[in-house]
């Protein structure tokens, strides 16, 4: 299994900007309410990542409690919102229609430049080593048509998917892309023969994570690959701000698997990992930013001394060595279907 | 072939355990003898037979032999094994000379059915395999130039070693160590034909080479430097490969005691020509690490692949051999004074 180290240079406010952002969390949790807890189907489920049932409660974040897996760390919402309001969410909430107008707008360069074409150039380089003619395309969910322009550039695919996209797909990119309008879990068997699958982000927020892979899995091609990306708990600035992280918050959020997690889910569903990596830019930079807007805010002596005491050297390499063993909280996984 | 290849090996020292462990563990392959010049009792318990002549070895119904003797000794067996039809797995360098070489290749092409392979493992490592994979996709252009470095420290015993003695290894750290980066070289971009050079022996003053410097040129103008040393105190493998778009820079290679490193690393990156300073000279670098080392076991696999699928070695093969040391000897001849010095050119 390769693992990856990324060395890159942008901040957390450049992805997400303060303003806007607090603002889309306070759009979010109002419409949690309307959406989601006000209807009232709130269902128990067992951890998302190994199926345990031992649990433990940890916190309540817009009003929906959060459970730590006793077994493999992850954490998750328990009861949760059913899967046909968690859907309904994503196509009716307008905190999404605020993301993108404003968080993603204003953020809109730096995505591009080191989110976006990176993206595209892992899928193409992954894609490259295993396919010597890659034929079939998906993106399961795609949220952003500037990340579809990459992919579109890379003249790659004879046949590029958007599956059940959360955004219109701009004017330009429909001659490029064919469009399937329904739910991957409403795709039969046959239907679409892929060679690559990529999911970027929707792990952490969709009802059931093994059924999802699971049906990614019946679209591959024997050998196919998936790739998707997700937050994982095991990350740092999760782990140290925990429930006072702003980036822990349902729905998006309702699954932030271990990496331990991650890979007892994706080899149980048919996967061999073949990249498991935490290639995240921003853990030490999200903490400061947490520490310097909350002067009551605790986080362990030795962090705050690091973070006060030394400069960006040590902010790097420490984001570095995160990085090397696993312990950033983005992570992304290149699978493939056994 | 549906039954298992037996295998002997000639030469029980460390290279020959390593080939032990890894044959042991092959579901193809079984072991039925091994020799060495020590006598039995001073070697480690075996479960087959032992010899400390070769040729018993060689009479017993053994499909293929593993050779991991001093390079004086390996050019008699390897030919003698040929002869007797078996398979051929050969340490580097076969030999002290290119005539050793030249040799085997003659017996190999004199019994065309059996299989002769060399141990160039560093082509299996998954750092270098990766590194051909990207290469081979296109995506970061054609290769410019390289840089390799390959280098270790000698330690207290190193004169009395058999590698330090030219009578038994032929040549210094460019033919014992240094032989596997110009393999690398080969691999990624075929032979050269230009050669510059300096080769000295000027800390360990023994009678072979401690340190060669070498620039190469080829026929597409790709260069690549080497630099092979056994006065590198702080042991190390780097290879830097430039391309047209990018990068890539093999670092650390692993090994038994992890001396190059706990880690292979690949670095990869695209080369950043935006209007944006800050990006110059400074891109985006994707580090990819390697914890284990698969390189016996898979040049193995290859050579039973060949074996059983009666295929022609195309890794190692007696002709990526036969390049690299004459490559090796073209550098010691490049350098006019180490040539006078020892009473004229090698090749």
């Given amino acids: 299994m390769r693992q990856v180290v990324v060395s890159d240079d942008y901040r957390e406010l450049e992805i997400w900007p303060s303003e806007s952002f607090n603002r889309y969390l306070e759009i979010t949790e109002k419409e949690v309410e309307r959406l989601l807890i006000s209807r009232g189907n709130l269902v128990d489920v067992c951890c998302p990542a190994c199926n345990g049932d031992r649990r433990k409660i940890e916190f309540k974040k817009f009003g929906l409690e959060y459970v730590e897996c006793m077994d493999c760390k992850t954490l998750y919402i328990s009861p949760r919102p059913s899967e046909e309001d968690i859907n309904r969410y994503f196509i009716d909430s307008k905190a999404l229609e605020f993301w993108h107008s404003h968080v993603v707008e204003e953020s809109l360069k730096t995505r591009i430049r080191h989110l976006f074409r990176p993206r595209a150039m892992w899928v193409a380089n992954l894609t490259r080593e295993s396919f010597e003619s890659p034929g079939v395309f998906v993106e399961v969910n795609s949220m952003y048509n500037e990340f579809l322009e990459e992919i579109s550039r890379l003249n790659l695919f004879k046949v590029k998917i958007v599956l059940d996209p959360l955004i219109d797909i701009a004017e330009s990119l429909k001659k490029e892309f064919e469009l399937v309008n329904k739910s991957i879990m409403r795709v039969s068997p046959g239907e679409i023969d892929a060679d690559v699958v990529t999911a970027f982000a929707v792990i952490n927020r969709v009802f059931n994570p093994e059924s999802f892979l699971n049906r990614i899995r019946t679209i591959l091609v024997d050998n196919g690959l998936l790739l998707f990306t997700t937050s994982t708990i095991s990350g740092f600035d999760l782990q140290v701000l925990w429930e006072n992280s702003k980036t822990i918050f349902p729905p998006e959020r309702i699954n932030l698997l271990s990496i331990e997690g991650i890979v007892k889910l994706v080899e149980r569903c048919g996967f061999e990992i073949i990249e498991l990596s935490t290639p995240g830019q921003l853990d030490v930079d999200v903490i400061r930013n947490a520490i310097r807007s909350d002067d009551k805010l605790e986080v362990p002596r030795f962090i705050s001394y690091l973070l006060n005491n030394r400069g960006e050297d040590a902010y790097c390499s420490f984001q570095e060595f995160l990085q090397r063993f696993q312990l950033s909280s983005h992570v992304r996984v290149a699978a493939k279907k056994r | ?347």
């Fill in chain 2, 1 to 347: 072939m549906d039954k298992k290849i037996k295998v002997g090996i000639v030469g029980f020292g460390k290279m020959g355990k390593i080939r032990k462990g890894v044959i042991d563990n092959h579901p193809d392959l079984s072991l039925e003898g091994v020799c060495d010049i020590v006598t039995l009792e001073q070697t480690e318990p075996l479960e087959c037979e032992f010899s400390q002549d070769y040729e018993d070895l060689l009479k017993t119904d053994t499909d293929a032999i593993f050779v991991c003797t001093p390079n004086k000794f390996t050019p008699e067996i390897v030919v003698s094994a040929l002869k007797n039809s078996k398979h051929v797995f050969c340490e580097k360098p076969p030999g002290r000379n290119l005539n050793d070489i030249q040799n085997i290749i003659k017996a190999e092409q004199e019994n065309k059915g059996v299989k002769l392979k060399f141990g160039f493992n560093h082509r299996y490592h998954g750092a270098v395999m990766e590194a051909k994979s990207v290469i081979e996709s296109g995506r970061l252009g054609k290769i410019l130039w390289m840089r390799g470095i390959y280098g270790k420290s000698g330690g207290l015993d190193f004169e009395k070693q058999w590698r330090s003695n030219k009578e038994i290894a032929g040549g210094g750290i460019l033919l014992d160590q240094g032989i596997h980066m110009i393999d690398l070289f080969r691999l990624f971009c075929g032979d050269f034909q230009e050669v510059k050079s300096f080769v000295t022996n000027s800390y360990w003053n023994l009678d072979i080479e401690d340190n060669a410097l070498a620039i190469l040129r080829n026929e597409k103008d790709q260069m690549a430097m080497l630099h092979s040393s056994s006065t590198q105190w702080k042991h190390i493998f780097s290879l830097e490969i430039f391309l047209e778009e990018g990068y890539l820079i093999i670092s650390g290679i692993l090994s038994s005691t992890r001396s190059y490193g706990q880690d292979e690393r690949l670095i990869v990156a695209t080369k950043q020509f935006e209007n944006e300073s800050f990006a110059l000279g400074n891109p985006r670098e994707e580090i990819t690490y390697f914890n284990r080392d698969r390189s016996w076991e898979l040049e193995v696999e290859d050579f039973v692949e060949c074996i059983k699928s009666d295929r022609k070695v195309t890794v190692g093969s007696s002709e990526d051999m036969l390049k690299a040391m004459e490559l090796v000897y073209r550098i010691y001849d490049a350098d006019r004074k180490w040539c006078k010095a020892r009473g004229g050119k090698f090749i």
